[in-house]
């Protein structure tokens, strides 16, 4: 018979599902006056930047209020980093 302190720690079984990855916080929807004070940007320049080339999705949650989730927002965000700079280069 081997005692507890012998024995080699059982280590658990791994799971055979796939960890989720969804953040509940990347569904929240941020109205256009949070997204724009987010963004550190005004809200005329809000409105421009939804009008032009490349706005983040927008949601339509009423006839009259806008809303862009947390998610979009990031995404947008991520659109538009420059590249990294090389060495040497300014």
Do not use: Y
């Amino acid at each position: 018979m081997l005692s507890r302190i012998g024995r080699v720690p059982r280590l658990p079984k791994p799971s055979l599902r796939k960890p989720s990855r969804h953040d509940p916080e990347s569904d929240r929807v941020l109205s256009f006056k949070q997204w724009c004070e987010l963004n550190a940007i005004s809200v005329r320049t809000g409105r421009r930047i939804l009008a032009g080339p490349s706005p983040p999705r927008v949601i339509q949650l009423t006839d009259r209020l806008i809303g862009i989730r947390v998610s979009d927002n990031k995404r947008w965000q991520e659109s538009r980093m420059r590249a990294q700079k090389k060495n040497g280069d300014v």
